[in-house]
C-alpha cells in the first residue's frame, strides 16, 4: 500500500537558520502530495500542495517540489521564525482508486531566539 | 466563515463507558474524514463519508467503532466500550470533493477531541 515516510525529529534549530524537512512517499501513478501544518493546541491545516511531477507548492516562504524521480517532496525554508516551530505532516492522496489520503507520522520543529 | 469544528474538545471516560464525538464540517463540503492521532504517531485514517455514498469503514479498528453522517453534514464517531487504548486525539476533516480533481483537495482540519480513557 501506499505510505509516506518523514524525517524523525524534533529538528531544533536557531532562528534564521536553513530548513529541510525530508519527506519520501510510496505510492502507484502520479498522487497528489501535501504539506500540513498543526501549530501547538490547533488541528492541522494546509501549508503547501502539489499535484503533478517538477510543480513547486509555496506559502508563508515554504517550498516543496514534487520530484517524480526520487519519490520525494522536501519541505524547505531558508529562514525560519520562532513562530515557525510545529509539527509538519507530509501527506499524500492516490492517483486513482481510493480517495483516503496517508499520512506521515509528522516532524516536529523547535526555533529558538 | 466558520471552520470545522468538533465537540467536545476534551472528554475523560471511564473504560468500558461508551462515547460519542461530533464533528461539523464547514457548509457545503460533501466529503468528511475521520482519523486518530496517538502521542508520537501520524494519522491513522478510522473514515471517509462522501455524499450520499456508503461510507468507506476501512480504517476503523474494530467493530466497537462506529460513525454516521446525517443529512450530508454533521457527523458522530461513537466508541463503544472504550478502552485504555482508545485514547488519543480523533480528528474531523472536510473538502469540497468534486468529481474531478477530488484527489487534489485540502482537507480542513478541526481542533480536534481529546479522549482519555481511564
Known amino acids: 500500500g501506499d505510505s509516506v515516510t518523514q524525517m524523525e525529529g524534533p529538528v531544533t534549530l536557531s532562528e534564521e537558520a536553513f530548513l529541510t524537512i525530508n519527506c519520501t512517499y510510496t505510492a502507484t501513478g502520479y498522487p497528489s502530495l501535501f504539506w500540513y501544518v498543526q501549530y501547538p493546541g490547533e488541528g492541522l491545516q494546509l501549508l503547501l500542495k502539489a499535484t503533478k511531477a517538477d510543480d513547486k507548492g509555496s506559502n508563508k516562504g515554504f517550498e516543496a517540489t514534487y520530484r517524480k524521480e526520487t519519490t520525494s517532496f522536501h519541505l524547505e525554508k531558508g529562514s525560519v521564525q520562532v513562530s515557525d516551530s510545529a509539527v509538519y505532516f507530509c501527506?499524500?492522496?492516490?492517483?486513482?482508486?481510493?480517495?483516503?489520503?496517508?499520512f506521515g507520522r509528522g516532524t516536529s520543529l523547535i526555533v529558538h531566539p | 466563515g466558520a471552520g470545522v469544528s468538533q465537540s467536545p474538545s476534551n472528554k475523560v471516560t471511564e473504560k468500558g463507558k461508551d462515547v460519542e464525538l461530533r464533528c461539523d464540517p464547514i457548509?457545503?463540503?460533501?466529503?468528511l474524514y475521520w482519523y486518530r492521532q496517538s502521542l508520537g504517531q501520524g494519522l491513522e485514517f478510522l473514515i471517509y463519508?462522501?455524499?450520499?455514498?456508503?461510507?468507506?469503514k476501512s480504517g476503523l479498528p474494530s467493530d466497537r467503532f462506529s460513525a454516521e453522517r446525517t443529512g450530508g453534514s454533521v457527523s458522530t464517531l461513537t466508541i463503544q466500550r472504550t478502552q485504555q487504548e482508545d485514547s488519543a486525539v480523533y480528528l474531523c476533516?472536510?473538502?469540497?470533493?468534486?468529481?474531478?480533481?477530488?484527489?487534489?483537495?485540502?482537507?480542513?482540519f478541526g481542533p480536534g477531541t481529546r479522549l482519555l480513557v481511564l
Open positions: 476533516a472536510s473538502s469540497l470533493a468534486r468529481t474531478s480533481g477530488a484527489r487534489q483537495e485540502t482537507q480542513y
Open positions: 457548509s457545503g463540503h460533501t466529503a
Open positions: 463519508f462522501q455524499g450520499n455514498s456508503a461510507p468507506d
Open positions: 501527506a499524500l492522496t492516490p492517483s486513482g482508486g481510493s480517495y483516503i489520503p496517508t
